[in-house]
Nanobody, 122 residues
Framework: QVQLVESGGGLVQAGGSLRLSCAAS????????LGWFRQAPGKEREFIGC???????TYAPSMKARFTITRNYSANTMSLQIHTLGPEDTAVYYC????????????????WGQGTQVTVSS
């Protein structure tokens, strides 16, 4: 079993940047494709991007300019760098694990962290 824990959220001024982290525990970490999602109040959970253990990242088209996903396999972590934050980025950000290498929908993920809150002030 793999456990996922997000961290790094908080309050940030519009135009600023944040780096979120997902820490994975368990011996099966490298076998999972890992993704980042976010969910704003009253909205559907939204795909940001994902990355398998052996290839590059895949991003939702709207996320490519401002979001960067990095996996550190030796440290069992995955980071999400967010640039030029705006109020529309306010959401709970989740990391999740899927069984496919390129999983872009919520239904493809079966293991989720608890999320970390990002709040952007205007």
């Amino acid at each position: 079993q793999v456990q996922l824990v997000e961290s790094g959220g908080g309050l940030v001024q519009a135009g600023g940047s944040l780096r979120l982290s997902c820490a994975a525990s368990g011996r099966n970490f490298k076998l999972y494709a890992l993704g980042w999602f976010r969910q704003a109040p009253g909205k559907e959970r939204e795909f940001i991007g994902c990355r398998s253990w052996n290839d590059g990242p895949t991003y939702a088209p709207s996320m490519k300019a401002r979001f960067t996903i990095t996996r550190n396999y030796s440290a069992n972590t995955m980071s999400l760098q967010i640039h030029t934050l705006g109020p529309e980025d306010t959401a709970v950000y989740y990391c999740a694990a899927a069984r496919t290498s390129t999983a872009t929908t919520v239904n493809e993920y079966y293991l989720w962290g608890q999320g970390t809150q990002v709040t952007v002030s205007s």
